[in-house]
């Protein structure tokens, strides 16, 4: 980078542009706890020891936390907070459960590329406020019966689609290059921390207070985060009323050669034939693949190997989550340590995180099942999945604001897409694979999901870059 830009840095964590992290940290925070409320709270849901024969019928329970400290061993499903309970199938849960994925996939491109147009500041403020208020609405709509519920849930993924994609249209203009990973790691962390939150104290306020002061509490607070988003964050930092003018220097300066202004087209046929951009899809569906197992699976994992009951398994599940959202954060700061001190190039060190971030957890979920009968060393690997696979967030995953900062969001969307594709299949095919055998079916999910890492990180350093792609240049007409 040049050094005359870098001599005039901005400050850093009394800026704006930090600012801005953090507050897209607690949207993210409040969007994955809004998404994983109901795995919390349907175990309260669907409790079958309480009375059956109507489909929505509500139940009174005397002294629930007394009885959790006389039986601390039992199941969450044993408890009564006197909310309603549902005769709901576990084919019916995995229904509800999987159409806010089917929502996310819908709005995913559309949305990235309205974003550059519109304006990411109000897609992702609509996103996030339409989740929040049917978070809200949820507790609701089940006395209404199981399809309101799933349409709920469909539309709500498409809100939460619309500010995901968002999001990388504002970094491309409030980003300096040296700064990219450490800014989306900080944001993107709070997608970590909030599973880790969600897992440990969802099911305390299910027995504390009911299923429905899930929704409640975190619906609330996603719109407490809507009034700070639409107050606080401008698109560009050209507009913001309130920014110095050294760091608005800075960031311009810094951008000057990364262009991300309104487009008209978008070349999907140049998209389709560039290689670099097929290493990052291949890169996002090897990644998502193994993360949406451990999100998805992790609680039965710990309780069916380890025998750990789901009071435990709860907060060991957690854990995880809160070693990803460090990684997230301390990768970014070597990630950009590393480039500001000019130790590594750029391309080396897109492609040492993303290396990383798929071999390590490819290394640690190989050796679980021969482990299994260690608990520490169980947990510990477990523990290292998710953390050191996080460190992709410092690789391929912000490296379309690299080779196409004007199409970020739109090409986000896409990426993403190839993730959930992957999470729909490996969730299947984990499902079918465990319902096998237990002991084989787990070993072989771990060495399929090894597989996919491997091949995904080969394609990504082989057709990895960073260079500014042609076709997403700004053109420049001169008028003769």
Not at 246 to 271: F, H, W
């Amino acid at each position: 980078m040049d050094k005359k830009t870098s001599s005039k840095k901005g400050p850093e964590f009394c800026s704006l542009r930090y600012g801005l992290a953090l507050i897209m940290h607690f949207s993210n925070f409040t969007m994955i706890t809004q998404r994983v409320s109901l795995s919390i709270a349907i175990i309260a849901m669907v409790n079958s020891t309480q009375q059956h024969g109507l489909p929505n019928a509500s139940t009174e329970g005397e002294g629930p936390l007394a009885d959790t400290l006389n039986n601390p061993s039992r199941s969450m499903k044993e408890f009564n907070t006197g909310a309603s309970v549902y005769e709901w199938s576990p084919e019916t849960q995995g229904i509800i459960f999987s159409s806010i994925s089917y929502g996310i996939i819908v709005t995913l491109i559309p949305s990235g590329y309205l974003a550059g147009i519109l304006g990411a500041k109000q897609m992702l403020g609509a996103g996030l406020l339409i989740s929040s208020l049917l978070t809200l609405f949820t507790p609701l709509a089940a006395d209404f019966g199981v399809i309101l519920v799933i349409v709920i849930r469909t539309i709500q993924g498409m809100a939460q689609g619309m500010a995901w994609t968002g999001q990388f249209t504002i970094w491309a203009k409030w980003a300096p290059p040296l700064e990219r990973s450490k800014l989306t790691s900080i944001a993107g962390s709070g997608a970590a921390f909030g599973s880790f939150i969600i897992l440990c104290v969802g099911g305390l306020i299910s027995q504390a207070l009911g299923w429905p002061f899930i929704f409640y509490i975190f619906g609330s607070i996603g719109c407490v985060c809507c009034l700070l988003w639409f107050t606080v964050i401008y698109d560009d930092p050209m507009h913001h009323p309130c920014i110095s003018v050294q760091e608005k220097d800075y960031i311009v300066a810094s951008l000057a050669q990364q262009s991300s202004s309104p487009r008209r087209s978008v070349p999907i046929k140049a998209m389709v034939r560039c290689l670099p951009l097929w290493a990052i899809f291949t890169g996002f569906f090897s990644h998502f693949w193994l993360c949406t197992i451990i999100i998805t699976y992790l609680p039965t994992y710990i309780s069916s190997v380890l025998h750990v009951n789901i009071r435990d398994s709860g907060v060991l599940s957690s854990l995880p989550f809160i070693a990803a959202s460090s990684c997230t954060i301390l990768g970014g700061q070597l990630a950009d340590f590393l480039l500001s001190r000019n130790l590594l190039r750029l391309i080396t060190v897109r492609k040492l995180f993303s290396s990383l971030g798929l071999l390590l957890p490819s290394l640690c979920a190989v050796a679980l099942p021969f482990v299994a009968s260690s608990y520490v060393t169980t947990i510990i690997l477990l523990i290292l999945i998710p953390g050191t696979s996080n460190l992709c967030d410092s690789g391929f995953i912000i490296n379309t604001l690299d080779v196409a900062p004007r199409y970020a969001s739109f090409l986000m969307g896409i990426s993403r897409g190839f993730g959930l594709i992957a999470g729909i299949i490996s969730s299947t095919a984990t499902g079918f694979l465990i319902s096998q055998d237990s002991v084989s079916g787990w070993r072989n999910v771990f060495f399929l999901s090894a597989a996919v890492n491997m091949f995904g990180m080969f394609f990504y350093i082989t057709f990895g870059q960073v260079e500014i792609q042609d076709w997403a240049r700004e053109k420049t007409l001169t008028r003769l």
